[in-house]
């Protein structure tokens, strides 16, 4: 390659003198092709699915009335329970790839790329989460949908046998999506907080599927209240189809719990983005 | 140039009283410099003497502890198209080892509009096409150079900031690192790079910010330094050391022995020194002007400022 080469093509496009910018709607472009654009995300996002869809099947397809759910009838809900028994190990994938999409541009260096092509670095946030969290949120519900769909049936006949258009059963499928499109966000945001890929991962963990059991230890009526409004048992507020016990809360206020969660995230993971060097 | 209509000044790096201190470490220490449009300005400095740190304070990735960067006047940050403004290779690698090159300067592109073409423009000007659609981790040092240099390039930036271009080139590359820098600086872009070999500034950089320790040692041209370097004194070999000496004894003139035949002479040039030895018949067998290299001036500016010496090498990185 010659000097020559060089220069001309370096020049090619300067006589035409665009005039380039940074707006919201194009960082979110751009974050979609870095989401797209990563192996990992497929994979990961491939195995939340395959989890929520798997496990329900399997819970369905196992179901015996002289079972632990037997003797419940269909208002009981017991039917999307069984469709919904992946939701947690589902949300574990779901999140842990929203940690490796923030954190993971810390431990690869990336994120020096990303904050230098967007140097106010909000908008990477917004972005990313307005990318991730429709995404898992889509994915998420469709895994929910196609686990209840065959789930039924395998359950069909049964006692505790319900249909899609049975009242609150589209409410629940749709909450286990909008559960699983937060905790996305919460994936990104801890990411964003911690900068470090097996640390995230293990706090969102923890939080997920440790967290709850927790609460035992401290005194009972604290217990309760806190453990109701923990990501996941608000997550199970919002798709159940009756809370039947005390330990959920109304759907309305398990969602308002998860979105909360997520603001108090959010502001925690952009203050650290404004305030600390990259 | 594009950079220009938007900021109205001049494409430059302004530097004002940098500093940045972590805990009871001061890494850059009240630095001021300027890097003008149409030059390239070589920054240069021993390991650890907060050359990186300086870079990722202009493009606002590190807060200064005080004092300003200012990129065509104004803080990096402030530009709409941060990246048409100012093109920066970092010297950390800045990549995710999943992605392709193609996908990764995509990614940077969608931000700022810049179309796919412009993509494919600097993918072909680093010499990237063949590997292209390859994933960013199977790429050797080189490679990964020549994909930050296409990144720094994209935006057609009026201002091209690179930390250490050359490192893991191969000849090929490194020539065609400094062609691409003299023509960038050239077609009237600000240019500035920054190297801990006084070498490879020699034969790229115009002006030399050289600093240590964080403090700016010196600011000057390439020419400048290679003046003030060369006066160390004539070489002399001759079989009678002890006459040639008293025949040149002088005001302003000193001469030291640095072997049995062996004279260093300051204060007299060649030309003097040959025509006394001939008036006296005094066999000479060599008569050499000794200068210093541009390395050792380097070597002398920086001696009290290197970070690291040798003992500590291993720490250096």
């Given at each position: 390659m010659s000097a020559d080469t060089i220069t001309s093509s370096t020049t090619a496009s300067s006589p035409a003198c665009p005039v380039y910018r940074v707006t919201g709607g194009r960082v979110v472009r751009s974050e979609w092709s870095k989401f797209w654009s990563l192996r990992s995300s497929w994979i990961t996002l491939g195995v939340a699915v395959l989890f929520l869809v798997m496990i329900g099947v399997i819970a369905a397809a196992l179901y015996t009335p002289d079972g632990p759910l037997g003797g419940k009838d269909a208002a009981s809900g017991a039917a999307l329970t069984l469709a919904l028994a992946g939701t947690n190990l589902a949300a574990l994938a779901v999140g842990a790839l929203g940690v490796l999409l923030s954190a993971g541009e810390y431990s690869t260096g990336m994120v020096r790329s990303t904050f230098a092509a967007v140097p106010g670095r909000l908008p990477v946030l917004w972005a990313k989460c307005a990318v991730y969290g429709p995404i898992a949120f889509v994915t998420s519900t469709l895994g929910a949908l196609l686990s209840f769909l065959l789930g039924s049936a395998a359950l069909?006949?049964?006692?505790i046998a319900l249909s899609l258009g049975d009242a609150g059963v589209f409410r629940c499928l749709l909450g286990a999506g909008v559960y699983l499109g937060l905790v996305g966000v919460y994936g990104v945001t801890v990411g964003l907080l911690v900068r470090n890929n097996a640390g995230g991962i293990a706090i969102l963990a923890g939080v997920v599927l440790v967290l709850p059991g927790l609460?035992?230890?401290?005194p009972s009526s604290l217990g309760d209240t806190v453990s109701r409004y923990l990501p996941s048992n608000a997550g199970q507020s919002v798709m159940t189809l009756h809370a039947s016990s005390d330990s959920l809360v109304s759907p309305g206020a398990g969602l308002t719990a998860l979105l909360v969660w997520a603001v108090l995230l959010l502001a925690g993971a952009a203050c650290r983005l404004r305030r600390n060097d990259v | 140039m594009p950079g220009q209509t938007e900021a109205g000044s001049d494409s430059v790096i302004e530097v004002r009283e940098l500093t940045k201190r972590y805990g009871d470490k001061t890494a850059v220490d009240d630095l001021s410099f300027t890097a003008p449009p149409g030059q390239v300005t070589g920054f240069l400095g021993p390991n650890g003497a907060g050359k990186s740190t300086t870079m990722r304070m202009i493009v606002g990735l590190d807060a200064p502890t005080s004092g300003t960067a200012l990129v065509n006047g104004r803080p990096y940050a402030q530009h709409r198209a941060p990246l048409q403004e100012l093109g920066v290779l970092l010297e950390a690698r800045a990549v995710h080892p999943g992605r392709s090159a193609f996908h990764h300067l995509m990614a940077l592109a969608y931000t700022h509009g810049v179309p796919r073409r412009r993509v494919e423009e600097v993918i072909d000007l680093a010499g990237l096409h063949a590997v292209a659609h390859k994933r960013v981790g199977a790429f050797s040092l080189g490679m990964g150079q020549r994909l930050g240099i296409a990144a720094a390039l994209l935006g057609d930036p009026a201002v091209v900031m690179l930390d250490e271009p050359v490192n893991g080139l191969d000849p090929e590359g490194v020539r065609w690192v400094r062609e691409l820098l003299r023509g960038l600086a050239a077609e009237g872009r600000t240019v500035m790079l920054s190297s801990h070999l006084m070498s490879e500034m020699a034969q790229t950089a115009d002006r030399l910010v050289v600093v240590g320790r964080g403090r700016l040692l010196a600011e000057t041209t390439v020419d400048a330094l290679v003046e003030r370097s060369e006066d160390k004194g004539v070489r002399v070999a001759t079989g009678e050391p002890a006459r040639l000496r008293s025949l040149l004894a002088a005001p302003g003139v000193t001469v030291t022995s640095t072997g049995a035949e062996r004279l260093v002479v300051s204060g007299l040039d060649t030309r003097r020194i040959g025509q006394v030895a001939a008036e006296h018949r005094v066999p000479l067998y060599e008569l050499v002007t000794e200068s210093v290299s541009l390395e050792e001036a380097f070597m002398h500016l920086t001696q009290d400022a290197v970070e690291y010496h040798s003992s500590d090498a291993g720490r250096a990185a």
């Open positions: 069909h006949g049964e006692k609460t035992g230890l401290l | -």
